[in-house]
């Protein structure tokens, strides 16, 4: 408790005012082997979820569902094919980089540069 004080009394006063404009409900893909992509995407829509991550032909289902989508399937080079999209959240680059921040931070930079709105 001390320590959480601390932190909090540390933070200017502004941060204490911010807001979240959005919350993050998030799902991975596949859910149901069963169902088509679309019926996914509409029950996962229908159960509240609003992001979800997947592969970029997902992306127009996603938008029609009122869902933004983590694309996982592009490089960096490849970024100006969809960055415009509006179903678009970001970029999914890795998961749980054990040791080396350095690779990583090289590929969210070049992700950036590429789109920097995501």
């Given at each position: ?6 932190v909090?009394?540390?933070l200017p006063?502004s ?9 993050m409900i ?8 069963e169902?088509d ?9 229908e159960a509240?979820?609003n992001?979800?991550?997947?592969t970029?032909?997902?992306l ?5 569902y ?5 694309v ?8 100006h094919?969809?960055?415009t999209?509006p ?11 054990l ?5 990583v931070?090289?590929?969210?930079d ?8 995501h």
């Open positions: 408790m001390i320590v959480l004080l601390t909090f009394t540390a006063a941060a204490l005012d911010w807001e979240m404009d959005e919350f998030f799902g991975g893909w596949p859910w149901v082997k169902a992509s679309e019926t996914q995407i509409r029950l996962l829509s509240g979820f992001v979800l991550m997947g970029k032909n997902k127009n289902l996603c938008e029609k009122g869902i933004k989508l983590i996982e399937d592009i490089t960096p080079e490849e970024v094919t969809i960055k999209h179903g678009l959240w970001g970029y999914w680059i890795i998961d749980e980089p040791w080396n921040f350095h690779a931070r090289k590929v969210a070049e992700f950036h540069d590429a789109d920097p709105k």
